[in-house]
């Protein structure tokens, strides 16, 4: 098997999902997607990443990857969207994104919603737990999706369309070296948030091993599913 991930920038690739893969012996191809441009194919699983730009915004490769990630959510391969990656997949489903009332940023608590409690991974969860944010978008509901998580701030933080492909909003697959590029290359964020990396990371790093499993549970469940 092979999935292919689109990073937006190179210091936000798939962390703990390509150990996850690696264990189940599947190949993972790299497309860093505004300088080498769009796959030829999803491979057997589409991981789409985040980055500090908007679904919003005017460049043509925005465009270009909203119609991939349509047609491949279409098509009915299974895809992981984190971040500006589930954006991406609400706005290739027609909802709308948007500016939030405020940014998420480190540990979050969020809340299952009523119809998470049937879904495969999300249901076996707790109703409440914390996830690693770093958005200030959020967005609607797509028309034909499940929704699954929410937040105070962000009432939709994850969303599941048709059986294999999740969108969330929050980032299971952080690890150490991820938190410090992204303390790094997006200080200002901190700074509108009043937060510091060091506050940042005191509270993240000791639930990154319970994230880490969230994240293997849920590409367990997808490449199950695409068999």
């Given at each position: 098997?092979?999935?292919?991930?689109?990073?937006?920038?190179?210091?936000?690739?798939?962390?703990?999902?390509?150990?996850?893969?690696?264990?189940?012996?599947?190949?993972?191809?790299?497309?860093?997607?505004?300088?080498?441009?769009?796959?030829?194919?999803?491979?057997?699983?589409?991981?789409?990443?985040?980055?500090?730009?908007?679904?919003?915004?005017?460049?043509?490769?925005?465009?270009?990857?909203?119609?991939?990630?349509?047609?491949?959510?279409?098509?009915?391969?299974?895809?992981?969207?984190?971040?500006?990656?589930?954006?991406?997949?609400?706005?290739?489903?027609?909802?709308?994104?948007?500016?939030?009332?405020?940014?998420?940023?480190?540990?979050?608590?969020?809340?299952?919603?009523?119809?998470?409690?049937?879904?495969?991974?999300f249901g076996t969860w707790p109703e409440s737990f914390e996830v690693f944010e770093w958005h200030g978008e959020i967005f609607d509901l797509p028309n034909e999706c499940v929704p699954l998580v929410a937040s105070e701030i962000a009432p939709l933080q994850a969303f599941r369309y048709g059986s294999r492909a999740y969108g969330l909003l929050f980032h299971l697959e952080m690890e150490q070296a991820g938190i410090d590029a992204l303390c790094r290359e997006c200080?200002?964020?901190?700074?509108?948030?009043?937060?510091?990396?060091?506050?940042?990371?005191?509270?993240?790093?000791?639930?990154?091993?319970?994230?880490?499993?969230?994240?293997?549970?849920?590409?367990?469940?997808?490449?199950?599913?695409?068999?």
């Amino acid at each position: 098997m092979r999935a292919v991930c689109l990073q937006h920038v190179p210091f936000e690739g798939p962390g703990a999902f390509a150990a996850s893969l690696a264990r189940r012996d599947v190949q993972l191809d790299y497309h860093l997607v505004p300088k080498d441009g769009l796959p030829k194919d999803p491979g057997d699983l589409l991981i789409v990443m985040g980055g500090p730009m908007s679904v919003n915004d005017s460049e043509s490769w925005i465009a270009d990857e909203t119609a991939f990630i349509r047609s491949v959510l279409k098509s009915g391969t299974p895809v992981i969207g984190v971040c500006l990656g589930s954006q991406f997949m609400a706005k290739a489903l027609g909802a709308t994104v948007r500016s939030g009332k405020a940014l998420e940023i480190g540990m979050t608590q969020v809340q299952l919603t009523a119809e998470a409690k049937q879904d495969p991974v999300f249901g076996t969860w707790p109703e409440s737990f914390e996830v690693f944010e770093w958005h200030g978008e959020i967005f609607d509901l797509p028309n034909e999706c499940v929704p699954l998580v929410a937040s105070e701030i962000a009432p939709l933080q994850a969303f599941r369309y048709g059986s294999r492909a999740y969108g969330l909003l929050f980032h299971l697959e952080m690890e150490q070296a991820g938190i410090d590029a992204l303390c790094r290359e997006c200080a200002p964020d901190l700074m509108k948030a009043c937060l510091t990396t060091q506050a940042v990371k005191t509270t993240a790093l000791p639930k990154l091993p319970q994230l880490h499993q969230a994240a293997d549970q849920l590409i367990g469940h997808v490449l199950r599913s695409s068999r």
